[in-house]
């Protein structure tokens, strides 16, 4: 926002103690439990802060926060009837877990609701729920992390592998993973949760940690193949590795749906599976082919870096939509 020129007040919406904690304690886990999140940073506070000091923004924009009270929103809206209320996320937020008592009664507080699940946007979805002004995007990359760069052989070996998947564990995405590399395919895996995996193989490298970062841009970068795994929670249709992978120019094998298939178009800007034996298949036929599989990388790259799927890009379409909304 402010490389788009925008002057920016950062409000923290989780405390220090929440960001770096190892396990939440039993009283927060209790509180999410009964999705009654406590407001440990502040936020609603700060707001009001601002409020009382005169302020007077042009924009609100909410980037899932769940702790913040019906009230504090209905006095946004009191102190300041002209600035525009934005809630953006990428979850679906018809999930209980997703959301909170106090989101569930803020829903109408919102001048644009945007949302990155097309499905959230369906009249039965969140405008049962009172969202008003829905605006739907597809997911988006950082373009001062995600792009290509060039790798040393000990970078590549470091990171790389000839399939490779970023992501939490999900029993699903475990049966798929070992029935690959029980295909001979060599696969590695860095996330959150593996550790949940018992069953493993000699050709499954399971790292047992998340990688972030210019770390995550070297794996999409070494790895001849990477996977795009969706989270079946989550209902998604598309994830950020949807973009993020081709924005550094990385080959990309994703799970098959229409929403996706109309972002990049298959065997000519990435490739597709839909059931185990399909990801296999295209495992071997794309590890065969690396000049094509270089050029399908290529052609993705092409598409996503200028085809107005960067954070920068979103941002300006969002605030140009909550500006019509007024």
Request: hydrophobic share 40%; net charge neutral.
């Amino acid at each position: 926002m402010q490389e788009l020129g925008h002057e920016v007040s950062f409000i923290r919406s989780h405390s220090a103690e929440e960001t770096f904690e190892t396990r939440p304690s039993l009283a927060r886990r209790i509180r999410y439990r009964l999705r009654r999140p406590a407001d440990t940073a502040g936020a609603g506070a700060e707001l009001l802060r601002i409020i009382a000091a005169g302020e007077h923004p042009d924009a609100v924009w909410v980037d899932y926060v769940l702790t913040i009270r019906p009230a504090i929103y209905r006095e946004v809206r009191r102190a300041w009837p002209a600035t525009r209320l934005i809630w953006y996320s990428e979850d679906d937020m018809l999930q209980p877990h997703n959301g909170s008592v106090w989101l569930d009664r803020s829903v109408g507080a919102f001048d644009l609701w945007v949302t990155t699940k097309s499905f959230n946007a369906r009249p039965e979805e969140m405008p049962a729920r009172g969202a008003r002004n829905i605006l739907f995007v597809n997911n988006t990359y950082d373009r001062n992390l995600h792009r290509p760069i060039a790798l040393d052989a000990a970078a590549r070996e470091r990171f790389g592998a000839e399939a490779s998947f970023v992501g939490t564990y999900e029993a699903e995405r475990a049966a798929s993973l070992l029935a690959l590399a029980r295909s001979g395919v060599r696969t590695r895996v860095w996330g959150n949760g593996w550790q949940a995996m018992r069953e493993t193989h000699d050709g499954l490298v399971l790292e047992r940690r998340p990688v972030y970062g210019e770390d995550l841009v070297r794996v999409y970068c070494a790895s001849a193949i990477n996977l795009g795994f969706l989270r079946k929670l989550n209902r998604d249709l598309q994830t950020c590795r949807t973009v993020e992978i081709p924005a550094c120019r990385g080959f990309m094998l994703h799970e098959r749906n229409n929403e996706v298939g109309s972002i990049l178009t298959e065997n000519e800007q990435a490739a597709y599976f839909s059931d185990d034996d399909e990801l296999v298949r295209q495992c071997r036929f794309w590890l065969a082919r690396p000049a094509e599989r270089t050029a399908v990388a290529e052609a993705g790259w092409r598409r996503i870096s200028s085809g107005g799927f960067s954070h920068h890009d979103r941002v300006a379409e969002i605030l140009a939509a909550a500006t019509a909304q007024g």
